[in-house]
């Protein structure tokens, strides 16, 4: 079978390349070529680089390391709007989910109709994200004649996995096309964005449509349902005003965007990524250490009149999005540092930032999209400080070793 589509793919790539009848679509052709099967191309002179991955399996191993996050951000959502439904005296599941879930013969009690009736939620939303940011990137492959990069296929799900499950699907279309325009195609494409495209498209619906994006709110996909979340319960009232336990925050039964609320699902995927060496093993442990040393230096400090200064690390790392932003969006390989100690210094500043803007800023309850793309601005100028420092050590033991011969 895979012979026969090999030699069916060899046919008509003539058709696809220069001077063919469709050689303008020659990018979706690729992209189709090169999904299926590791591309051919070599480098012709040297330097040769030896590596069994490309940047398609590089990006499908980002891919594969989401499922334990999607598999709980379904489950969570059908068994989050379950509760609610529960409280508010509700039977059935509103619109067309409703429908469907009566028709399977829907028990809110089951572990698969839970996942189920979040699946319903997550999957348009994936699927907008999906086709609308899909479409943007053909399009501006197309009119550049380049390939179609496979980059967009771990966008689409790290920007799907940080939005609410209650979320228009208007404004999911919005945010995809913000992030893929203005975040990435206006620079250049991929591998030219300075700034994460996922989180860009996650800030524009953050500023754009506060209502619905600001964090204090719980985000339940039950019409009508209202509460406060982990954090916006702590900087009202004080941890004791928090009304889920630390293991449940860590497992991920509490409300919150669709991928952002399992801790321990997210960190499956992070040693997956780490394991495999895609992921910065450096960023990771700065972002935890800048996190840690921030809180606790805020926990010396107190307060009389804001709780959030109490608030310890082990909570701060399984409430909103510090853990999904670590592990998936931070490890940006594009807009990370570089160098190694530049992915310390990058790290260090997302966790002391994030911590910053949870505790000392009220206005904001999470903190860390705006940590992470206020760090994706200065990663080059660390890359850039780090080594002017090697130059100047190097060009000090160059002189050193030229004053001993002499």
């Not at 992030?179 to 953050?206: H, Q, S, W």
Request: net charge neutral.
């Amino acid at each position: 079978m895979t012979d026969k589509l090999r030699r069916l793919l060899d046919k008509v790539e003539p058709k696809f390349t220069k001077g063919g009848k469709y050689h303008k679509y020659y990018g979706l052709f690729e992209m189709v070529d090169t999904l299926l099967y590791s591309p051919p191309n070599r480098t012709i002179g040297a330097p040769h680089v030896r590596d069994a991955l490309d940047l398609k399996r590089v990006m499908g191993y980002v891919w594969l390391a989401t499922f334990p996050v999607m598999f709980m951000a379904c489950f969570n959502t059908g068994y989050q709007a379950n509760l609610a439904m529960q409280g508010m005296g509700l039977e059935h599941a509103e619109g067309w989910r409703g429908t469907i879930m009566d028709m399977i013969g829907y028990d809110p009690k089951s572990f698969f109709d839970n996942f189920f009736h979040g699946f319903l939620y997550f999957l348009p939303i994936y699927m907008t994200t999906f086709i609308v940011g899909g479409m943007a990137e053909v399009v501006f492959a197309l009119v550049r004649g380049h390939e179609v990069n496979e980059g967009f296929f771990v966008t689409s799900i790290l920007y799907s996995l940080v939005l609410p499950p209650d979320i228009p699907l208007w404004m999911v279309g919005m945010g995809i096309l913000f992030g893929v325009i203005i975040g990435k195609e206006v620079f250049g494409g991929t591998g030219k964005n300075f700034i994460n495209p996922a989180l860009a498209g996650r800030a524009f619906l953050f500023f754009a449509y506060p209502a619905f994006m600001s964090g204090d709110a719980v985000w339940v996909a039950v019409d009508g349902y209202s509460g406060a979340t982990t954090l916006s319960a702590a900087a009202a009232g004080g941890m004791q005003a928090v009304t889920v336990s630390w293991w449940d925050a860590f497992i991920g039964f509490e409300p919150g965007s669709l991928g952002e609320t399992s801790t321990l699902a997210i960190l499956i995927g992070g040693a997956f990524l780490l394991f495999t060496k895609i992921a910065s093993w450096r960023i990771v442990s700065g972002v935890m250490f800048g996190m840690v040393m921030m809180t606790i230096l805020l926990n010396t400090i107190g307060s009389d009149t804001n709780p959030m200064f109490a608030m310890p690390w082990y909570w701060h790392l399984v409430t909103g999005g510090f853990a999904f932003g670590m592990i998936f969006m931070a490890t940006d390989p594009v807009t990370a540092a570089h160098t190694d100690t530049g992915r310390w210094w990058y790290g260090v500043l997302i966790g002391v930032m994030v911590i910053l803007i949870r505790v000392v800023n009220p206005a904001f309850p999470e903190g860390m999209m705006l940590a992470i793309l206020f760090a994706n601005m200065f990663a080059p100028l660390m890359d850039y400080g780090v080594m002017k420092a090697n130059i100047k050590r190097r060009l000090k033991r160059q002189a050193a070793n030229a004053g001993a011969k002499s």
